[in-house]
């Protein structure tokens, strides 16, 4: 069964700190991997997608790295904002019509 | 830029209506799905359609059904709603169906049954 993990469960920062999160995954095979941020009662809105060849992509002060060989995912904050405070998803894509998502961390930042 | 509205942000219904989830989409997506999510656990996919009148079951169809009349709309039926149904519902479009490309979300539609 496909499977995506994330960890921590939720985390708190303070203002202006970096932070990372981190994704593992098994599903196969790979398409693309994805990095969406979800307010709280909001739909997910996508921060950075990346194939296989790719293993780093920014936007803005949002960082994730890739590594397929190891199934492994992170997403690095840096410099965090009160606007930061949000749940990150993982999701993976194996080439078909299907997603795997992970379950999210919750960032909280505190000033 | 790509907008999936959601014609509900909150909605309350009664144990055993009828309730219908509606999405529309902008950018003439062949694609489109219907989530739910829940604390914990994720999204999962309830439904998904790859076309015009086409529909496939996805992880948790039980209790749902889903029309799509229009390449643009992409509706969410709940025959006989229930308390388990109780949850965020979204739903979501894309450009490719290999790739998936341009996958983009409603805001979401938190459906509360008593």
């Known amino acids: 069964k496909n499977q995506v993990e994330q960890s921590p469960q939720s985390l708190i920062i303070l203002e202006g700190k970096n932070c990372t999160l981190q994704c593992n995954y098994t599903v196969s095979p790979f398409s693309n991997l994805r990095w969406y941020k979800q307010d709280t009662g909001r739909g997910p809105v996508s921060l950075t997608i990346m194939t296989f060849s790719e293993n780093t992509k920014s936007n803005g002060r949002y960082t994730a790295t890739l590594d397929a060989d190891t199934k492994q995912s992170s997403l690095h904050i840096t410099a965090s904002q009160l606007s930061d405070s949000a749940s990150y998803i993982c999701v993976v894509s194996g080439g078909d019509y299907k997603l795997s998502f992970g379950a999210g961390t919750t960032v909280t930042v505190r000033a | 830029d790509v907008k999936v509205t959601q014609s509900s942000r909150y909605l309350v219904k009664r144990t055993g209506e009828k309730v219908f989830l509606e999405c529309v989409q902008d950018?003439?997506?062949?694609?489109m799905f219907w989530y739910r999510q829940d604390p914990g656990l994720g999204l999962r996919l309830i439904y998904f359609s790859y076309d015009v009148k086409m529909k496939e079951k996805g992880d948790i169809p039980e209790g749902y059904s889903v029309s799509r009349e229009k390449k643009e709309r992409f509706s969410l039926i709940l025959e006989s709603a229930s308390t388990n149904q109780t949850s965020m519902y979204l739903c979501a479009s894309s450009f490719t169906r290999g790739y998936n490309y341009g996958y983009t979300f409603g805001s979401g539609t938190r459906l509360t049954v008593v």
């Open positions: 950018m003439d997506h062949e694609n």
